[in-house]
């Protein structure tokens, strides 16, 4: 499945996506991306290829990397924490066969905002582990 950035000048594929997303609701991520919520991925670094440019990656002040095209603005994939893995933002993502499994940060949700009835409903984040094998069907890299 390919994605990019709003401009094209990041493109890349991601290959053995099972479709499994997850929906965090914390408020960094409801800032960050101005919604609701954010819809994210996680696949083996081995299973992205960067097709077209490189992002820029920045460390937020609470210890997060961020990546993003330097031309639009929009989020790219980024290493997950020095993990083995990327996080994927979904909505760059060229396809809408998606099936949330996890709702997380729920304690930290906005009043106005609705959970997908979708997926495990998570107070919290669940060990880092079990969501990743949520995401990937159980396949590590």
């Not at 696949?43 to 095209?69: A, H, M």
């Not at 639009?72 to 998606?98: K, Q």
């Amino acid at each position: 499945m390919k994605g990019s950035c709003l401009c094209g000048a990041i493109q890349y594929e991601v290959n053995q996506f099972s479709g499994n997303i997850y929906q965090c609701h914390c408020k960094l991520c409801r800032v960050q991306g101005g919604s609701s919520s954010n819809s994210g991925a996680i696949v083996p670094l081995n299973d992205l290829v960067w097709i077209k440019g490189q992002p820029k990656t920045w460390v937020k002040d609470t210890g997060f990397t961020s990546s993003f095209c330097d031309n639009c603005g929009a989020p790219v994939p980024n290493r997950l924490r020095g993990l083995e893995y990327f996080w994927v933002p979904v909505g760059c993502l060229d396809g809408d066969s998606f099936k949330v499994v996890a709702n997380i940060y729920l304690d930290s949700k906005a009043s106005w905002s609705t959970v997908s009835s979708d997926g495990d409903c998570y107070e919290q984040r669940p060990e880092i582990d079990e969501l990743i094998s949520m995401l990937i069907g159980g396949r590590h890299a």
